[in-house]
């Protein structure tokens, strides 16, 4: 087993945050998670700590962060997002945060059709959000904030981000692999396990990339 390591979770009464959190939990790690609703987390664990409260306000945002070895980020409220950027502005609480705790590593997940900092989308992705996907546009923009802040505001920080192209709930489909063109869409579990992977991988760092199955 791998060093037991302490997981700062935002997110993890998510679809792919409750898989998360499980996968994290059987690896024997800790986990300390801040959820709205603790009854929506359906299992529980002496190695699972949980919060009740809101990122619009956190008022012992240091206290929450202590202690932590990596911290995840696997945010989303799309009406929410329509009328106001709350991941960034709970990101740049955040990060202040780690730094005076001394904690380095955060994985945020966005969406793969966020842009990139200073990049395009392809024409393809392109499209998707500004046709089928218009409805999240709130939330993709939101996304490209807070990249943009890491990417200008946190490089002290060891940041990655991971677009992923989230479906549905379903079993695994295989083994996403980090990309900087190609994208899967996979299921909860399948981005779950990638994150948990990603968040302990040192070449992402300062990463903005998506992700799509292995071929072959």
Same mark, same amino acid.
């Given at each position: ?50 919060? +009740? ?7 012992k945002l240091d206290e929450l962060v202590k202690g ?12 929410? #997002? ?9 990101? #740049? ?7 005076? +705790? ?16 200073? +990049? ?27 990249? +943009? ?27 996403? #692999? ?39």
């Amino acid at each position: 087993m791998n060093q037991q390591k302490t997981f700062l979770v935002f997110g993890a009464s998510g679809q792919t945050g409750q898989h998360f959190v499980s996968l994290a939990l059987k690896e024997g790690h800790k986990v300390r998670a801040l959820v709205r609703n603790p009854a929506k987390l359906t299992f529980t664990s002496p190695n699972l700590e949980v919060q +009740q409260g809101a990122i619009m306000d956190v008022p012992k945002l240091d206290e929450l962060v202590k202690g932590a070895d990596f911290v995840i980020s696997m945010l989303g409220d799309a009406e929410m #997002q329509k009328k106001e950027k709350i991941n960034t502005a709970f990101v #740049q609480k955040l990060v202040p945060a780690m730094r005076r +705790q001394g904690v380095k590593r955060f994985l945020y997940q966005a969406g793969g059709l966020s842009a990139p900092p200073n +990049q395009p989308l392809s024409p393809v992705l392109w499209t998707i959000r500004n046709t089928i996907a218009r409805g999240y546009i709130g939330q993709h923009e939101d996304n490209e904030a807070v990249m +943009q802040y890491l990417a200008e505001a946190a490089s002290d920080v060891e940041w990655m981000v991971h677009r992923a192209g989230i479906g549905s709930n379903g079993p695994s489909k295989g083994v996403l #692999q980090r990309s900087k063109k190609d994208i899967s869409i996979a299921p909860f579990v399948d981005c779950a396990a990638y994150n948990y992977r990603l968040i302990m991988d040192p070449s992402a760092i300062h990463t903005c990339d998506l992700s799509c199955y292995k071929k072959g």
